[in-house]
C-alpha cells in the first residue's frame, strides 16, 4: 500500500505570493491533518478534514486555508506569503479504525523570499 | 493547558545500548493517548508506537517500549539495543479526545555513538 504523498516536495515563493500544497492519504484513510514544523515553534497543527469537512483547526491566521476532495485528497494553501511561513509542512492520514495513528508524508519545505 | 514537555533536547548513546527518552504531559482530560514518532534528517514522521490513557500495559512495539506512569503523567520511550540508524529526532504527542487535536513536544535529539 503506497504510503502518504505529499507534492512539491521544495518550494521557493516571494513574499505576498500564494502557494498551494497537496496530499494525498494512505488509500483507505479519511482524515488528513496538516501540521507546520518549523526551528523555532516546532511542530504546529494547522488543521484537520474528514471526509471533505473541516473537523479541527489550529491557531493559525485566516490567510491558511485547506480543503479536502471527495478522494480524500487535500489542499492546503497559504495566501499573501510571509518570511514567517518558511516551514516545512507536513501531512498526515488516519487510518477509519478510531487509533489516532497518524502516518506522514515526506513534506513540502516552502522557503518564502 | 495541555503541554507536552521534552527536557532532553540532546542525548548520546553508544551502539547496542539502551536509552530512555523522556516525556511527560499535562491534561485534565481522563481519555487520551500518546503517541512517539521518529524523524530522521530527511523530514518524514514515522509512527513508532502508541499508548491509550485507559491501556493497562504498557505498548511494546519490537525494540521500542513505553513506560506509561499515569500518575507521574509521563511517557517515556525505551529503545533497546540502539542501532546507527536510530539517530534521529524524537517527538512525544499527545491527541485528547475532546480536544480532538494531536500536541507535539519539542523533541529530542538521539546521537547514537559507534
Known amino acids: 500500500k503506497a504510503g502518504v504523498t505529499q507534492t512539491p516536495r521544495y518550494l521557493i515563493k516571494t513574499r505576498g505570493q500564494q502557494v498551494t500544497l497537496s496530499c494525498s492519504p494512505i488509500s483507505g484513510h479519511r482524515s488528513v491533518s496538516w501540521y507546520q514544523q518549523t526551528p523555532g515553534q516546532g511542530l504546529q497543527f494547522l488543521f484537520e478534514y474528514f471526509s471533505e469537512t473541516q473537523r479541527n483547526k489550529g491557531n493559525f491566521p485566516g490567510r491558511f486555508s485547506g480543503r479536502q476532495f471527495s478522494n480524500s485528497r487535500s489542499e492546503m494553501n497559504v495566501s499573501t506569503l510571509e518570511l514567517g511561513d518558511s516551514a516545512l509542512y507536513l501531512c498526515?492520514?488516519?487510518?477509519?479504525?478510531?487509533?489516532?495513528?497518524?502516518?506522514f508524508g515526506p513534506g513540502t519545505r516552502l522557503t518564502v523570499t | 493547558a495541555q503541554k507536552i514537555t521534552q527536557t532532553q533536547p540532546g542525548m548520546f548513546v553508544q551502539e547496542k545500548e539502551a536509552v530512555t527518552l523522556d516525556c511527560t504531559y499535562d491534561t485534565s482530560d481522563p481519555s487520551y493517548g500518546l503517541f512517539w514518532y521518529k524523524q530522521p534528517s530527511s523530514g518524514e514522521m514515522i509512527f513508532l508506537i502508541y499508548?491509550?490513557?485507559?491501556?493497562?500495559q504498557n505498548a511494546t512495539e519490537g525494540r521500542y517500549s513505553l513506560n506509561f506512569q499515569k500518575a507521574r503523567k509521563s511517557a517515556n520511550l525505551v529503545i533497546s539495543a540502539s542501532q546507527l540508524g536510530d539517530s534521529a529526532m524524537y517527538f512525544c504527542a499527545m491527541r485528547i479526545t475532546s480536544y480532538d487535536k494531536v500536541i507535539f513536544g519539542p523533541g529530542t535529539s538521539l546521537s547514537v555513538i559507534p
Open positions: 498526515a492520514s488516519s487510518p477509519p479504525d478510531g487509533t489516532y495513528e497518524q502516518y
Open positions: 499508548q491509550g490513557s485507559y491501556d493497562q
